[in-house]
Every structure is written in structure tokens, then in C-alpha cells.
């Protein structure tokens, strides 16, 4: 299929890319710019392993063809913390023992992170709700809600 | 500050994970995540048919297409069992790396490698096979049937050749005491019927490999795995290479739930192609794929137990029919483990297990989380239940009066693995969490009414810590792993035991660290592999902390003796003399002369001294095998809401209490409850996978959106997750540890549907119990 050139803004970084129209942008972060903290669960949605931020919302990349992304500014979970320094929701992660297996904790922080950007004092049914769509096996998501609690009273601080 | 204050104790405390920083910031590497240069990417060819002959496959047209292509013709055809966990003459074998014939639909008939993926795509739908259809069976009523047509003429038995009859599989009947004997002392005997359906692991990560040839013949392998050296060893016989060629590394793993202690499917198929290509290949399986990979086993249980008036068991049977499949994932030991769980629930007296486990055409079953011990405590729980009920006891009480406790036998891997109950938290679970569920007060259904009503359960449980007993039997059980001092005073573990994402690895350096009192910041686990360490058996039967725990601190140990040994030649003491002390702001353990500190030295000074003297490198390394295989405890206290108009269950509170005797970890153990009583309300309330009757393609195709599994809405308010664990001690286990993580799961699924009969006066037998279900039921009483 011919190929078409795309610009993305990934983490801060410029990239341009000859992209087929049936590539999707998950395979591009993950094969091309080997940003693979975004993980493959399912492939169509079903999972929310994928998740990544653009304008500071949250997409699932394995459903969006990368041609359809061209000029977007997209954050992954590579582009989170900054050096070393974690986010307030990602050292939650890790406080309340919210991570496992960690194959669903990078799209489970991207979309936690898009929850606070919406919404800086969420109940624990509206963390529950926004939640729904990001699959976690290992945790029963009890200790996750309680990070994104923990983050947004932190960040509510300041 | 006293000097006991002082006491460097990591044992017990809420540590952050160490692997945390690398999985919240997408930096840790698994299985799909490898890439190499040259690398080609796998796809499989997965059949249409539940049953048929492979008549012919052409792959010209996709080697055309610049297709590296692999059939029944290209691989070696030696019969194997993807499970090596049991001895060899425990292990049933029926399967090659392709078949000659497919016997489930979905199964793996052929694969390709190219140059990306979509050109393997592309060059799998280029593969003409030709198929000769065969009848296919999907019960094992069907399937026992004279006439019914057979899966295999015949398997084998370790070295011995079996034929297969009726498509029986496995028939496994244990018996102890005189059990006619008891149930005519009976005052009462109760019969029910239980019935549990195939569910599916659902782990985040999909089963997939990566595989290198190297440039001195050896091939690297990179693969989603519970036990690196069992895929190195049938890697090894697949291929005909020696094991010194073959080098599996050990990668965390995204969940597992037991999908992985067989090596999986995709990855022999995997090697072959990277060998065939001369190049490295990439194979990940789709989700609808990993579907068709393994399910849990179903079970039918008939179940009759004997009890006298006074308020215990005479005498108790179970007869099993399980439906394992196309494969033999080892029904043989699943039987056996089902008959020691149910033999070590209660003290029923004699006992009879009748097992009978049938070939079908459907996908191969696996162990996941519990190796039927949720499948049978389902049963047993619930009879126990129904019994008291019906008697007129308090279950609590009942369950107090007849578990098997401290001097008891338990049955740890089937009739062969058993030992001596040393610690037991089931008296302090059931009453302490009686006293928080406030169980005295609970109402019986009969005063319930309304739409919404609310109903208390209860059930307890256990799982095994690991596979080992005081005698060897027919499951193999250790661990090996090194231990080095490094020259600065840190510490190197080299371990080939697998961390799923319990936090299994978490926990051997918090022994590491406490027993050589060096800060957690300072040990190092090791990324390594099949080469560089010795065999560990594989992370199933909760055997992590209590089996590999228990060889890490013996290893350590003897670093120990080592360390003081060189420590006392430097500070002119007796080891004996010499004692340990954590300073972590120095980032050191340090070596003191015990009641005169002003003598000391840190370890890293000895070990750059043993160095610089040329004394050696203080390390050990070892195999362990724990000869102790103790019960972890459960016990589930829930509260149910039924909504009879739409027949939704909901769970607003629930007490999960567990005994893994000493905590390593606390935030670990509340993890391991919280995640199971999670895939515990699927497997109850949402869970099922059916085939098409005709076809035997799964009705949900494969796809998560068709399977309803528990999602953060479905739990329960957070403060109403109650976890607390015993006051218990192992006196074999690490640090006085025994394991929790499939104990966790045993006992939620009956505790949910005691509380649902407690709501609304319906006995539910068989799994899951789903809105329609439960109308069905509420609709037949109103009739």
C-alpha cells in the first residue's frame, strides 16, 4: 500500500514517518520509535493495555490508524515522568501497591492520568466508571482506585 | 532506642515493589517487547475444524511470497506432554509440535515466518491445506460413548505405549477406610450434584516467544513462561540439541494464573521456525488466539457425604468427570490434587474418590489458580452449607468442629505428596471474622423480601505451599539459586525461580536482605537464565515464597558462614563471636564483635579484602527441596445483594482472611486476596465458555468483549474490602512463611453463593450464576 508521510509529537520529540494507511499507531510507537511501554493486550479495544494521551485525553492507539494521528502531540507512558522523577499518580501506583504483573499499568496510569486532567477531585465511583474500560487481571483494582485517590488529594496540595 | 529497636527488620514490612519504577514508566522488557535485528515476525495457521485429518498443506504460493513455512512435515514428530512438572511416569504424552490431525478447532496446523507482519498474514492465507473432516465430540457423555468417535488409538505413559478407549484419558479412584462402613453409620446422607464450566486465564500478556539462532549454533529464547528450564528441556528434545544450546531467559511475565507452567504451545512452533529460517523470530499470539490456547478445567462433581446427629462426617464420596480436551495438560494429577483437596477440607473419616477424565474435541485445559481446588471447594463448601441448613447447626461451628487442623494429614499434590498440618489459622479466621461480619446476627431468607436482598456467606479454604514432602512422589520440587557478595558490600541473587507478578522476587530479596542484614537498595536480582542457574521447577502450587524462599535462605545462609568466617580472620574473632547489623544509611550490613561493637567492619570490606588476598568470592550456590507442603487458610466472609427484578448479583462488602503464617509483605498478601476474590466473582457471577455444538469454535470467538470478567465497577466500595490475615507461624517455612496466592481464590465462589441462597432461598450448583440464571430460578419458584 503506498505509504504516506505523517508528523508526530511524541514525548517532546519531532518524528516524520512513512506510514502504510493500515498501520496502526500502536505498532509505529511501539515497532518504529520502540516506545513499547504501550503494550499489545488485544488489538481492538477490548483492554485498554494501549492507552496513550494526545491533548491531554486519553485514546486507545491500537484503534487508531497512525495516518489518522498525523500532527498529533501524543504523550506515552515513556513520556510521563520526568528523569527520574515520577508522577504524583505513578509513585501512587507503586505506594498502594497497585501494580503486579505491570502489563496493564502503563494504559491504566495513562487513562488515570486523563481522569485527573478531567476531573482533580473524583469520587470513588467516578474513578471506578472512568476505570471500566482499562482490564487488570492481577489486582481486583481496589488498590489502583486508591492511587488515583491518593494522587489527586496530592495533587490537590500541591 | 533500645538495641532490640535497632534490629534492622525487613521481614513483615510494606516495601515498595522494586520492579515499581520500571513497570509504571513502561521500561520493563517483556516477551513481545524483544526485538532483534533480522528479525521476522510468526504467525499461526489455527484450524477451522474440530476434528480432521490433515490430508495435504501447499505452501508454495506463501514461500512464494518470501514465506519461511512450517508443517507436520518439516518437524520432528516425538510425542510430548507441554507439562513437566510430574515425573516422567506420571505424565501422559499425546502431542507433536504441529498434529497430523486437528482435534480441536483453533488448534495450531501450520505457521509462517516473514519479513513483517502483515506479509505473514498475508502468506497464511496462501497455505492450502486440505482437510478430511472428521465427527467431532464435546461432551464426555458424547465422547465415552461406544461408537463415538476417538480421538487417539493411542498415547503413552512415560515410556510405556497406552491405548486410549472411549476417549478415557485418566481414570483416577483412591479410596481410604471402609466407606460402605461409614455411610451405613450415617444418620443422614446428602447427595448433590455440582457442576463447573471451562473459564479462561484472561493474563494481560498473550503466550508468545522470541527466538535467535546464534552464530555457535545455540538458540536464544525469550518466551512468556513459569519455569525457564521445562521449556529449555522439551525445547531441547523438540530440536535434538543439547541443553548447552539452548538458553531461555527469564523475563517478567504479565499474569499467568497457571496458563504458563506447560510450556505454551506457540513457542516449540516458534523455535522451529527461527531454526528453519536461520534467522530470529518474533511469534505473539493474538488475544482470540490465546483463547484457543488453554481453559481451566471443568469438573462435575457428585458428591455424597454421611453425617451423624452430633454434628460430624461418617463417611464421604465424590465422583469427578472432567472434560480436559484435545490434550493431556496432566488430567492425572488434576484428579489426584482434586481427591486431596476434598480429602483435606474435613475430617470425614472414609473416603472414596472416583475420577474419570475424558478426551473432547475442544481446547486443551490447563491449571488455573487452584488446580481444581476452587472447583472442588465449590462443591464441598456448598454441601457443608446445605447440610447445616438442613440439620439445623451453625456452618461456623460446623466448620470449626471438622476441619483438618494442627496434626492432621494433608494432601498437598494428590495422594502421593502429604504431610503434617503445623500451623493453621482456620479457628481464628472463622471466628474473628464471624465477630467483624457479625455471622450470629444473620437472618435467615425466609424474613427477606423486596427487590434488592442481602445475604451473608461464608466458606474457607486452602491451597498447598509448594510440592514437596517428607517422601518424593510424583511431583517433582526444588529450587536452586546463588548468592554473591559483591566487593562494595552488595549482593548479586541469580535464581531461575519466576515472579508472575505476586511479587515472588520482592520477597527472596527481602530474605536475602534480612539475613545478611544488607538495605533491599543493595541486592540485585539477577536478569538471567537457563544457563547460568540451576533447575527450579517452575512458580505454580503458591510454591514461590515457601519452596524458593526456603532455598534462597538456606543458600544465604551458607554465604553467611562464609562471610563470618572471612570476617573473623580479619578481626581475629570466632564466627560464632560475630554478629550482623543492617546500617542503612550507609547502605551496608556490618560485621560487629558481638558485646564489644567497637570492633567491626562492613561486609564489603570483607569481601574487597577476600579479594584482594585472593580467598575468593563469598558466594554459594545450591538446590533446596522443602520436605513440608503446608495448607495456606482461607476463609470468606460476603455479603451478597441480589436484584430480583433483573437477577444482577452485586457484592457491597466482603471479609477475605487469609493465613500464610508469617507476612513477608503485607501490601503483597492484600494483592494476592483482593486479586482473587476479583477473578473469584468472575468465575462465579460472569464467567463461562461455550462452543458451538456444531463447529466448536468458541461462541465468544474469542473476543474479551464477549466474556464478561469483573471490572473495577463491579467491586466493592474499597473501604468494604476487608483483608486481614492470621497470627500464624510455619515452623518449615521461610521466616515462618507458607504461601497465600491460589488459597486466595479457593473459597470465594462458594462463600458468594452461600450468601446468594442466604438472600433469596435458591441453591445454586452449578457456574457461573448469571442474571438469567438466577431469574430462571426465581421465575420457577413463583410458578
Known sequence: MAKQEIKLTVNGKIYHLEVAPNEILLNILRDKLFLTGSKYGCGIGECGACTILAGGRSYLSCLIPAVAADGWEITTIEGLAKGEELTPLQQAFIDEGAIQCGFCTPGMVMTATALLNENPDPDEEYIKDYLRGNHCRCTGYIAIVKAVQAAAEKQRQG | ?783
Open chain 2, 1 to 783: 532506642m533500645s538495641e532490640q529497636e535497632t534490629v534492622y527488620k525487613i521481614i513483615g514490612k510494606a516495601t515498595p515493589r522494586i520492579d515499581g519504577p520500571a513497570k509504571v514508566t513502561g521500561k520493563m522488557q517483556y516477551t513481545s517487547d524483544i526485538m532483534l535485528p533480522g528479525m521476522l515476525y510468526g504467525m499461526v495457521l489455527r484450524s477451522p475444524h474440530a476434528h480432521a485429518e490433515i490430508i495435504s498443506i501447499d505452501t508454495a504460493e506463501a514461500e512464494a511470497l518470501g514465506a519461511v513455512c512450517l508443517t507436520y512435515a518439516d518437524i520432528n514428530p516425538i510425542v510430548y506432554n507441554e507439562r513437566s512438572v510430574s515425573i516422567p511416569a506420571a505424565t501422559y504424552r499425546d502431542r507433536t509440535v504441529l498434529p497430523a490431525k486437528a482435534r480441536h478447532f483453533g488448534e495450531p496446523i501450520a505457521a509462517v515466518a516473514a519479513a513483517s507482519e502483515e506479509l505473514a498474514y498475508q502468506a497464511l492465507q496462501l497455505l492450502k491445506v486440505e482437510y478430511k473432516v472428521l465427527p467431532a465430540v464435546f461432551t464426555p457423555q458424547e465422547a465415552m460413548a461406544d461408537g463415538a468417535p476417538q480421538l487417539y488409538e493411542q498415547i503413552w505413559l512415560g515410556e510405556e505405549k497406552v491405548a486410549v478407549k472411549n476417549n478415557i484419558g485418566v481414570i483416577r479412584n483412591i479410596e481410604e477406610g471402609d466407606v460402605e462402613a461409614g455411610f451405613a453409620a450415617a444418620d443422614r446422607i446428602f447427595e448433590h450434584t455440582f457442576e463447573l464450566g471451562r473459564v479462561y486465564h484472561d493474563q494481560l500478556e498473550t503466550k508468545g516467544a522470541v527466538c535467535a539462532p546464534e552464530a555457535d549454533g545455540s538458540l536464544t529464547v525469550w518466551c512468556t513462561a513459569q519455569s525457564i528450564h521445562a521449556n529449555r528441556q522439551l525445547l531441547g528434545r523438540v530440536l535434538g540439541l543439547p541443553l548447552s544450546k539452548i538458553n531461555v531467559k527469564k523475563l517478567p511475565l504479565g499474569g499467568a494464573f497457571g496458563s504458563s507452567i506447560q510450556v505454551n504451545t506457540v513457542t516449540p512452533i516458534c523455535a522451529c521456525l527461527a531454526l528453519k529460517a536461520g534467522r530470529p523470530v518474533k511469534l505473539i499470539s493474538s488475544r482470540e488466539e490465546d483463547f484457543y490456547s488453554h481453559q481451566k478445567y471443568p469438573s462435575v462433581f457428585e458428591v455424597k457425604l454421611g453425617v451423624a446427629g452430633e454434628g460430624r462426617f461418617t463417611a464421604a464420596q465424590v465422583k469427578c468427570l472432567v472434560d480436559f480436551g484435545a490434550h493431556q495438560v496432566q488430567p492425572l494429577p488434576y484428579m489426584g490434587c482434586v481427591a486431596g483437596w476434598f480429602a483435606s477440607l474435613y475430617r470425614y473419616g472414609p473416603l472414596r474418590f472416583l475420577g474419570t477424565a475424558v478426551y473432547t474435541n475442544k481446547v486443551p485445559c490447563c491449571a488455573m489458580q487452584g488446580y481444581g481446588n476452587p472447583q472442588i471447594n465449590f462443591a464441598i463448601e456448598s454441601m457443608v452449607d446445605i447440610i447445616c441448613e438442613e440439620m439445623g447447626w451453625d456452618s461456623v461451628e460446623f466448620r470449626l468442629k471438622n476441619h483438618r487442623g494442627v496434626g492432621d494429614e494433608f494432601w498437598g499434590q494428590g495422594p502421593t505428596i502429604r504431610s503434617i498440618i503445623k500451623s493453621c489459622g482456620v479457628p481464628e479466621s472463622l471466628t474473628k471474622g464471624g465477630e467483624i461480619f457479625a455471622w450470629k446476627e444473620r437472618r435467615p431468607h425466609t424474613e427477606k423480601s423486596g427487590r434488592y436482598r442481602k445475604g451473608i456467606g461464608v466458606a474457607r479454604g486452602f491451597h498447598t505451599s509448594g510440592t514437596g514432602g517428607p517422601k518424593e512422589g510424583e511431583v517433582i520440587d526444588y529450587s536452586s539459586c546463588m548468592v554473591k557478595i559483591n566487593e562494595d558490600g552488595s549482593v548479586d541473587l541469580i535464581s531461575a525461580l519466576m515472579d508472575h507478578g505476586g511479587g515472588t522476587w520482592d520477597a527472596m530479596a527481602k530474605i536475602v536482605s534480612q539475613t545478611l542484614q544488607v538495605p533491599m537498595r543493595m541486592i540485585g536480582l539477577s536478569p538471567t537464565d537457563t544457563r547460568n542457574t540451576g533447575y527450579d521447577v517452575c512458580t505454580h502450587a503458591t510454591r514461590g515464597v515457601y519452596c524458593g524462599g526456603a532455598a534462597v535462605l538456606y543458600v544465604t545462609n551458607k554465604v553467611k558462614e562464609k562471610l563470618l568466617e572471612y570476617a573473623g580472620r580479619i578481626l581475629f574473632e570466632h564466627p560464632a563471636a560475630l554478629e550482623i547489623i543492617c546500617d542503612e544509611e550507609l547502605g551496608q550490613g556490618v560485621i560487629f564483635a558481638k558485646n564489644y561493637h567497637q570492633k567491626s567492619i562492613t561486609i564489603g570490606e570483607v569481601a574487597k579484602i577476600a579479594q584482594i588476598n585472593s580467598w575468593g568470592t563469598i558466594a554459594y550456590t545450591d538446590s533446596y527441596r522443602q520436605r513440608n507442603c503446608p495448607p495456606c487458610f482461607t476463609t470468606h466472609f460476603l455479603e451478597v445483594e441480589v436484584d430480583t427484578l433483573t437477577g444482577e448479583i452485586t457484592v457491597p462488602k466482603a471479609l477475605l482472611y487469609g493465613d500464610c503464617g508469617t507476612v513477608i509483605n503485607p501490601v503483597l498478601i492484600d494483592g494476592q486476596l483482593i486479586g482473587s476474590f476479583n477473578r473469584g466473582l468472575g468465575y462465579t457471577v460472569y464467567e463461562s465458555l461455550d462452543v458451538d455444538q456444531k463447529t466448536g469454535e468458541l461462541t465468544n470467538k474469542g473476543l474479551l468483549v464477549d466474556y464478561k470478567t469483573p471490572t473495577a465497577a463491579e467491586m466493592p466500595a474499597a473501604e468494604n474490602v476487608l483483608v486481614h490475615w492470621t497470627d500464624t507461624y510455619e515452623p518449615s517455612g521461610p521466616f515462618g512463611a507458607k504461601g497465600i496466592g491460589e488459597a486466595a481464590l479457593a473459597s470465594v465462589q462458594a462463600a458468594l453463593a452461600n450468601a446468594v441462597y442466604n438472600a433469596i432461598g435458591i441453591r445454586f450448583a452449578k457456574l457461573p450464576i448469571t442474571p438469567e440464571v438466577v431469574l430462571a430460578a426465581l421465575r420457577a419458584i413463583d410458578n
